[in-house]
């Protein structure tokens, strides 16, 4: 498992920088107080 944001943020657009990961398909996941969620992201090259 890889980490790329570890740190609470504001509301907002941010980005993180996966230039060192695979293509493929990944799991990411959103933590919000009591609110969680969890979606695909697809790294294509």
Known sequence: MT???D??????EHKA????MAPG???YKLD???YSAAR???VVN
Do not use: C, D
């Open 3 to 5: 980490t790329l944001v």
């Open 7 to 12: 740190e609470t943020l504001t509301a907002g």
């Open 17 to 20: 920088e996966i230039s060192e």
């Open 25 to 27: 398909v990944y799991v």
């Open 32 to 34: 919000a107080g009591s």
């Open 40 to 42: 695909k992201m697809v």
